[in-house]
């Protein structure tokens, strides 16, 4: 058995005291019992380093930027990119685009690494705004005017972030993550699992990214997740936490 968790709102929630080393103790458990633990996030490697420096001692594969990167413990196991000249023209119609608003881009690569100056193909590009609902209009023109460049986007509200307590960008309230279409966690997951061989796939996240990959495989949604993705799983699939989840599992298996 596989479990693929996502980590804001998932494993990690600040505002539980002494949830995420209780989610730990329980992944080092889940995995004594010969399965495998995975993180499935939004984040680049640079992030989860920040925010979970001692990432090896708990967990086997890392799917990145929305699924445009996977690691193994050994390095990169596949990833997806965007072309540079893609990158570069993103860039610049998202500035014209955005006239008498304030945006800000942050770029990633294969080699986990994050910068706010172009060079190279991308996993996934970050362009930071200062508006919520301007996010949204602009997630509408981009996702049309690049669907024939095979870019998706992924939205973070200012209030989905707010309920996962991330912190934007100075400056900025919300943000939109292009990544290559053929990306998405559960395009990952599933190319994962397949090289894995014949694994059971469990998943768990709290956020609109987890959606796919809670309903394309036997997937948990956490309670504190927002009500309208809630509405999208079956109660008997929302999980009070990533330890409980673990529990349920080891006991029902």
């Given amino acids: 058995?596989?479990?693929?968790?996502?980590?804001?709102?998932?494993?990690?929630?600040?505002?539980?005291?002494g949830d995420f080393e209780r989610n730990l103790e329980a992944i080092s458990r889940f995995r004594a019992a010969g399965n495998k633990f995975a993180l499935a996030t939004g984040r680049g490697l640079a992030s989860v380093l920040r925010g979970f420096p001692n990432y090896r001692e708990y967990v086997?594969?890392?799917?990145?930027?929305?699924?445009?990167?996977?690691l193994g413990q050994n390095g990169v196991l596949f990833d997806y990119l965007i072309p540079e000249e893609t990158?570069?023209?993103?860039?610049?119609?998202?500035?014209?685009y955005a006239a008498g608003h304030r945006v800000g881009f942050t770029f990633y690569n294969s080699q986990g690494q994050e910068s706010k100056?172009?060079?190279?193909?991308?996993?996934?590009?970050?362009?930071?705004?200062?508006?919520?609902?301007?996010?949204?209009?602009?997630?509408?023109?981009?996702?049309?005017?690049?669907?024939?460049?095979?870019?998706?986007?992924?939205t973070g509200h200012r209030a989905a972030?707010?309920?996962i307590h991330f912190r934007p960008d100075a400056g900025y309230s919300c943000l939109l993550d292009a990544?290559?279409?053929?990306?998405?966690?559960?395009?990952?997951i599933k190319r994962l699992s397949?090289?894995?061989?014949?694994?059971?796939v469990i998943t768990v996240g709290d956020g609109n990214n987890d959606l796919g990959m809670i309903q394309k495989f036997e997937g948990y949604i956490m309670s504190s997740a927002a009500p309208f993705l809630l509405a999208e799983v079956d109660e008997s699939h929302h999980?009070?936490?990533v330890a409980g989840l673990i529990d349920q599992l080891l006991e029902k298996h």
């Fill in 1 to 17: 058995m596989i479990l693929f968790c996502d980590f804001d709102g998932t494993l990690m929630r600040e505002e539980i005291p």
């Fill in 60 to 70: 086997d594969y890392l799917v990145l930027d929305n699924g445009a990167l996977c």
């Fill in 87 to 96: 990158a570069r023209r993103l860039v610049n119609y998202t500035c014209e």
């Fill in 117 to 154: 100056e172009l060079s190279g193909s991308q996993t996934k590009i970050r362009i930071w705004v200062d508006d919520d609902d301007f996010m949204g209009k602009m997630n509408a023109e981009l996702s049309e005017r690049f669907k024939q460049d095979n870019v998706i986007f992924f």
């Fill in 161 to 163: 972030l707010a309920l």
């Fill in 179 to 188: 990544t290559p279409a053929a990306a998405g966690k559960e395009a990952a």
């Fill in 194 to 200: 397949g090289i894995l061989g014949d694994k059971e």
């Fill in 239 to 241: 999980a009070d936490s």
